[in-house]
Every structure is written in C-alpha cells, then in structure tokens.
C-alpha cells in the first residue's frame, strides 16, 4: 500500500480527499495534518468519517510526511510554495490542491495572488493536473498543480473546440454558477445562509484569478491569443458548478461539434457527452468524479453554447487530485472514483 499524507486537514478538500481515499485499494492515508486541530481524532470533527478511519489530526511540525510516497496540500494559497520544496527533495511526490503552482507567469502570479512567489523553481518544474490534457505528464511527474473548480468546468467545456479555425478564439464568454462550499469552510459573511440563500449574484465580474489560468491552457491549446471574459456567480446550494461558455463561430463547422465532442471525450473516463438536446444538472454529478456537458447551437446560428457542470468538491478539486495521485502512483486512474452521483 502506497502511504499518503494530507496538509491541511481540516477543509472541504480535506474531509472530501478522505472520503476518497479510505476506500481506495492501493493508498492508506498515514497523516492528517491541522495546526488547530492536533490531538483530535479525525472522525470527532467529520463523523461521516467514522467507523472509516482511527486518524489523529496531527500538528504540522511534528509529521513526518517524508516517509509518505505522496501528499495532497489542502491548504490556503501560499502556503505548499513554502512548504513543499522540501519533501520534493527528499522524494515524496507532491499534489497541490492550492493555486500556487498553476500559474507559470510569475508576474501575473504575483498580481493576482498579491504575494510573491517562496519557490519559483519549482513552478516550471510543476505540471498542469488536468488529466484529459496532460495524462502522460502527471504520470511522471515530481509536483502536480491541481486546477481550479471553476478552471475545470469551463476548460473542459471548450478543449475540443481550441484547434477549429471556425470558431472565434477572441470573444470566448464563460458564465460560471458555483455553490457556497467553493469558497471554503472558514466562516465569512457572504455565504452565511441568511446572505446566500434564496439570492443569486456575481462576483469579481471586473476581473477574476482564476481567468489567467484559464486563459494559459486554452492558449497552449490553440496555438494563440484567447479573449475570454469570464464571470463567477454564487448560487444558493452547497456543491456544484454549472459552466454556460459560449463560442462565436465563423461561417459553417467544418464538422457536426455534437460529433466532434463525442469522439474528442470517447475514451475519457470522467468527461460525458450528453446527447443533442440535453441540458445537464449540477444533482447529476453530485459526489462523483465526472464533468458532464451538453453543446447546443442555439437556431443554428452564429453561437456554440457549451453546458458544463462538475461537483466543485470532487472534480473541482479532491476527485481530480485522487485522479492525478493514480496516475503519478501507477494505479487503476479510476481507483476510487467510480461513484454514482447521489440522487435526489
């Protein structure tokens, strides 16, 4: 059994990797790490953990995660670029859930981050974990920088569409809808249930971080300069992320992009294609690992609309970070994600 730590215990992405993980076949979860928590039993702060696992939270300096064969951080940002560098010297293979190696330009790092970065050599180092794109790079890799949730949703959406000369890369319109937890467990006023529910609105329409790394891939993707406008939205649920993108085509496709979906995504584990007409539901994906979409050409005019939803918690961030630790361990990359969505 390959031997995994956590950093950074105590947050959605935490419970949620141990949720994963207690039932994989080829990982045993060996160290839970929390500053506040230390001396607690795991399964006393998240009771869906118990009867799963007898883990003590322990305090970060007192761990010894060089003697796991991989660890997640589950941290705010800032905190795996200090903290990392040195259990990649000693071997261990590092899987950050954080946005601090996702971003190659350091600059624009830096601005969106408002901090500068503790371990710059290691962000060329680090590769993009997004499986459907760099599967045979996280196999190798040493640092894998788990994307963003809503980076998820709307990068799949539009992947397949990146290298048709019929669409317009310059007026590319992401409008994201995500629940409360994407913001995380520390309290906040904003996502108090007497604030969100019952209420939608936008947010960081002016400018979002996680746009600069939206913009990175799909512009090694296509070959050129991308305009994406893109727009966050919080909704009054707890998880999920439904991405509406939409793509200005010039002229006639030069193939049915309900087809060229179909067999772009057919070999991929995690990515379903909804047949012509389908709207897909954020429900649909609840707790499992799977970004389910839907391509529409609305009157069959000038505009793609790609539909694509994810649970932000499992696709978003813990589910895809389990699926990067597969492929870097050489398990089954399905290992411990073939769940069915909850329903209702």
């Known amino acids: 059994m390959k031997k995994i730590g956590i950093v950074g215990g105590t947050g959605y992405t935490g419970v949620e990797l141990m949720r994963l993980l207690v039932h994989h076949p080829e990982v045993e979860v060996v160290a ?13 702060l998240f ?36 903290e990392a560098p040195a259990l990649l010297e000693t071997g261990v293979r590092v899987v950050d859930l954080a946005a601090d190696y996702r971003i190659k330009d350091l600059d ?59 669409v317009n890369h310059g007026q590319i319109v992401a409008d994201t809808k995500s629940g409360a937890s994407g913001a995380g467990r520390s309290a906040a006023v904003h996502t108090l249930m007497a604030e969100a529910g019952e209420s939608v609105r936008s947010y960081a329409a002016a400018g979002h971080r996680h746009q600069p790394e939206i913009s990175q891939t799909l512009r090694a993707l296509s070959g050129r300069e991308v305009g994406l406008t893109f727009v966050p939205h919080l909704v009054p649920m707890v998880r999920g992320i439904e991405s509406t993108v939409y793509l200005p085509i010039s002229g006639e496709p030069s193939e049915d992009p309900q087809v060229l979906y179909e067999r772009y995504y057919a070999d991929e584990p ?16 609840r707790g499992n690992n799977l970004c389910r979409m839907a391509v529409h050409r609305p009157l069959g005019g000038s505009m793609l609309v790609i539909s694509s939803v994810i649970d932000n918690l499992v696709k978003g961030a813990a589910g895809q970070a389990v699926q990067n630790m597969n492929l870097m361990l050489g398990c089954e990359e399905t290992a411990g994600l073939d769940l069915v969505a909850l329903s209702p």
């Open 270 to 285: 995690f990515v379903d294609v909804m047949p012509p007409g389908s709207h897909p539901e954020t429900r649909s994906v």
């Open 32 to 44: 839970m790490t929390s500053r506040g928590e230390a001396g607690k039993r795991v399964d006393a």
């Open 108 to 166: 624009v790092w830096s601005r969106w981050y408002g901090m500068k970065h503790a371990s710059p050599e290691w962000v060329e180092r680090a590769v993009y974990g997004l499986p459907e794109l760099y599967r045979d790079e996280i196999r190798g890799a040493e640092l894998v920088a788990n994307p963003g949730c809503h980076v998820t949703a709307t990068t799949l959406a539009v992947m397949p569409l990146m290298g048709a000369d019929w």
């Open 47 to 82: 009771p869906s953990l118990r009867g799963h696992t007898d883990l003590v939270f322990s305090a970060p300096g007192e761990t010894d995660l060089a003697a796991c064969d991989l660890v997640f951080f589950a941290t705010p940002n800032g905190i795996a670029m200090q």
